[in-house]
């Protein structure tokens, strides 16, 4: 019988010791070898093999001392990426045991001896041990084991095992093939959704990501499975995915050793590293990333349009009947194409109607028209106009741009084949441009792109589907958010400059005033509902009068709620809670008040009639003259800000309150936790309960603050559980209530609490530490100072501020929260005295906060 590989003989009488130390030597120096070939940015395909072969030797020779333990004949492979031979720093090695007979406990004996020496060089195995016999059909229970197989190498073994094998596969292949595709389709697809689809991710993942490594070699295992067999992979040389695979790999390898662990994802950090490795130039950190950011979204990009071609060759949909459908346009099997293609080739003012009749059927354009305008597009330099010569052009492209099923997916074909930014030259400016401010997950134009997925999304919604049905022209939208980030391709503003760029665009389509006054204001003010939303008291009139103010008709308030809404969505996948889109439906239906009902001023004029209505459907627990006590002296927002049925429940919980003392009631609504606290006014009362909620971990997204001229006490504090510690802990609701009591009634310092609970806590800092910005802003409102401070996120960071406003003799009536990534934003509305803050206040305040933002956390 022979047998593979097994090394000297001699060598299965070594002291074990021995043995280790060697295997330690040898692989030392090996990673030795792939840590410098990786520094000198050399830590590709040829390198990562080296490393594989080291562990190639050390494994045969494990086998050769374990093969005593067992006559039954046995064959040891490599499989997965230490199959492929891409065996990176700290990857698992993957090894599948086969065996020829039934396994017993000889054969047992033998895989211990094989895995503990490996798991004592302190390698993470991953393996499989079967007979033979389990490879006359495939095992579809586990679909990567199944996947795995496709890379099987054999190491050491007896041969006429691993032939037996090899035959036995060979064999079985009509019925492996199909369940292999399945199994590797439907990962691939569950591996891309958690990646919301996109390769255009701003810190990667180099491994598992869209366009990464993992999808290299699905596209090599899919052209093994058939995906060439009707020229699945025209447009995407061998050598293009070949030379994509191998920058990948340069930059996961740099990644193991900066990380000195399996690390896959490139963040922010570790780009930085690497621009340095891979000897990128600039003349600042900023340009050098962006230039490494901009060849791996190339190669990704490459990676991804070579395993669409293969795929679809792979598992074809099912035969159509070849259709005529237009001028020089036939409905494919792979999609909508040209029926001549040299004529479609000097027609580039034609393109445009491949493009208009595939959305208007929601199919994609076929392989072969995109490859055809990548072409013409590389060998001329086409001007805009190019494209639309004539008026009927130029309003075929504005038909293209209404929302539909399917209009993003072609907006990202014409990108990606290059048309998109040949018509509209800005957006070649932001073409995979980064933007590196720990918010935005996405590339500028990608983010764009699926800013108009989220129009489409808003076709079918309840609320604003509606409301996108009643917009007149709609493109327009669709317009004003294809342009809506182009200037953060420029330094200023990039709201004022993006306006500016999209007049070359205005100017080429030749749109009318009106149209054009439509898109300038969308991108000047494409920010502003969002921040006065997400910053600022929506419930008082004066921040909805002067909200309400910018727009000239109704229709441009709609817009911009449409805008806003499908650009704060296409930041993150988690960006736009139910939360914010609640505060932005209400910001929306009081402005649209405002402009259409004279709402605002005219709410202090119903106060009356409110406290009437209020009075005449309490409930019989609720006496007159109780409920005319409890009223007095609070704020006439107060009627505004809670239901009926709120204020019922806070004049029971203000009922026999003593000193020292508060009554709360918590609820839960979906994601957010409304929590609201009755006691007597007292110093450092609304920052104390912050402090509570921060020791449960609990993110704060609206606090009020409001106190009776009888000096009771209501504040009102809406926040969301992202940590689960309700969800996690059966008793979580009584233990919050009695550390809340504890806190209120002085029992308990919340500052020594909160101390204990911050030494334990590992918190996130980002790589440069952000300096505070405290801002004050009188114009907004007639009533109150308004407080903006910008600072690092940091557990406890709305109590340390609302302490320092609370030393100060200053009142907080209203906070709102927001979180960009590691930046708080949180905006104060106070007084002193029930007045606006004076000017030497604000500047005792400021120094004050800012001193304790710049020190360390106490």
């Not at 389709?185 to 701003?202: A, G, N, P, V």
């Not at 795929?311 to 999609?335: H, K």
């Not at 990548?374 to 010569?389: D, I, S």
Request: glycine letters at 6%; aromatic letters at 8%; hydrophobic letters at 40%.
């Amino acid at each position: 019988m022979a047998w593979l590989a097994m090394g000297p003989a001699k060598g299965r009488d070594v002291d074990a010791a021995e043995l280790r130390l060697r295997f330690s030597a040898s692989l030392d120096r090996a990673r030795r070898e792939l840590v410098d070939a990786t520094e000198r940015g050399e830590g590709g395909r040829t390198a990562l093999a080296s490393h594989a072969e080291c562990i190639d030797g050390i494994i045969r020779e494990l086998v050769a001392q374990a093969r005593l333990q067992t006559r039954t004949p046995l064959a040891v492979f490599a499989v997965g990426g230490y199959g492929r031979k891409s065996q990176f720093l700290y990857s698992d090695i993957d090894l599948l045991v086969v065996f020829g007979g039934a396994i017993g406990r000889p054969e047992e004996r033998f895989v211990k001896a094989l895995l503990h020496p490996l798991w004592d060089l302190r390698f993470q195995v991953g393996h499989h041990v079967r007979e033979h016999a389990d490879f006359h059909e495939p095992d579809t229970t586990n679909p990567e084991y199944l996947l795995a197989l496709m890379d099987l190498r054999p190491l050491a073994g007896d041969r006429d095992l691993i032939d037996r094998l090899d035959g036995s596969m060979k064999a079985s292949a009509p019925a492996w093939r199909p369940r292999i595709l399945d199994a590797l389709i439907t990962l691939t697809d569950q591996r891309h959704s958690e990646f919301d689809d996109t390769l255009y991710q701003l810190e990667p993942d180099v491994k598992d990501g869209p366009g990464a490594l993992r999808d290299v070699w699905a596209t090599r295992l899919l052209l093994r499975l058939g995906g060439d067999r009707r020229g699945g992979v025209r447009g995407a040389s061998p050598d293009r995915l070949r030379d994509a695979e191998e920058f990948l790999m340069r930059i996961r390898s740099g990644l193991h050793v900066d990380a000195g662990r399996n690390v896959n994802v490139l963040s922010y950090e570790l780009q930085e590293k690497a621009v340095d490795r891979l000897r990128y130039g600039g003349p600042d950190m900023r340009r050098r990333v962006e230039a490494l950011m901009t060849d791996y979204f190339k190669d990704a990009r490459s990676v991804t349009r070579a395993l669409g071609r293969v795929r679809r060759a792979a598992v074809p949909p099912a035969p159509t009947p070849i259709r005529l459908i237009g001028e020089n346009l036939m409905w494919v099997v792979e999609g909508i194409t040209f029926a001549d293609a040299a004529k479609a080739a000097a027609a580039p003012a034609e393109w445009m109607r491949l493009f208009e009749a595939s959305v208007s059927r929601n199919v994609r354009v076929a392989d072969d028209a995109l490859a055809l305008i990548e072409r013409e597009l590389q060998k001329h330099a086409y001007e805009p106009e190019v494209f639309h010569p004539t008026a009927d052009h130029r309003q075929r492209i504005l038909q293209f741009m209404r929302p539909r099923p399917g209009l993003s997916a072609r907006l990202s074909e014409m990108r990606d084949c290059g048309l998109l930014g040949a018509i509209f030259p800005e957006l070649n400016e932001i073409s995979c441009r980064v933007t590196r401010d720990f918010y935005h997950k996405y590339s500028v134009d990608e983010h764009t792109l699926l800013a108009v997925r989220n129009v489409e999304r808003q076709l079918n919604n309840p609320r604003f589907g509606p409301i996108l049905r009643e917009i007149r022209n709609p493109e327009l939208l669709v317009l004003a958010l294809l342009y809506h980030d182009v200037g953060k391709a420029r330094e200023g503003d990039h709201s004022i400059v993006g306006a500016e760029m999209a007049e070359g665009m205005i100017a080429r389509l030749r749109l009318d005033e009106a149209a054009r006054q439509t898109i300038d204001f969308l991108i000047r003010h494409h920010l502003k509902m969002s921040r006065i939303a997400f910053r600022r008291d929506t419930e008082e009139p004066e921040v909805v009068r002067q909200f309400a103010s910018l727009f000239s008709t109704e229709e441009h308030l709609k817009l911009l709620l449409l805008l806003t809404l499908c650009d704060v969505g296409a930041v993150s996948p988690d960006t736009l809670t139910t939360w914010k889109e609640e505060l932005l439906w209400r910001l929306y239906v009081d402005a649209y008040n405002q402009m259409t009902l004279g709402y605002g001023d005219d709410i202090i004029n119903r106060d009356e009639a409110l406290v009437a209505a209020l009075q005449a459907n309490r409930p019989q627990d609720i006496p007159e003259q109780e409920m005319a006590i409890f009223l007095e002296g609070l704020p006439r927002r107060y009627l505004i800000l809670f239901s009926h049925d709120a204020i019922y429940r806070h004049v029971r919980l203000s009922r026999d309150i003593r000193p020292n003392e508060a009554h709360f009631f918590l609820e839960n609504n979906a994601e957010v936790w409304e929590l609201t606290v009755v006691s007597l006014d007292k110093p450092f009362l609304f920052s104390n309960i912050c402090g509570v909620l921060a020791y449960f971990g609990m993110d704060i997204l609206r606090g009020h603050a409001l106190t009776s001229l009888a000096g009771l006490a209501v504040d009102v504090f809406q926040f969301a559980d992202t940590d689960g510690f309700f969800a996690r802990n059966s008793q979580g609701r009584k233990e919050f209530d009695r550390r809340l009591d504890d806190v209120v009634s002085g029992r308990t310092d919340v500052t020594s609490l909160l101390k204990s609970k911050e030494d334990s806590v590992l918190t996130r800092r980002s790589l440069v530490r952000r300096t505070p910005v405290v801002y004050f802003d009188t114009a907004h409102s007639q009533r109150y100072t308004v407080l903006e401070l910008v600072a690092d996120d940091a557990p406890g960071l709305l109590y340390r501020v609302s302490r320092v406003i609370s030393d100060h003799g200053i009142d907080v009536d209203l906070v709102l929260i927001s979180t960009e990534g590691q930046k708080a934003i949180d905006v104060f509305h106070i007084t002193r005295g029930g007045a606006k803050l004076t000017e030497d206040d604000e500047a005792s305040l400021k120094a004050d906060l800012e001193g304790m933002l710049q020190g360390p956390a106490d």
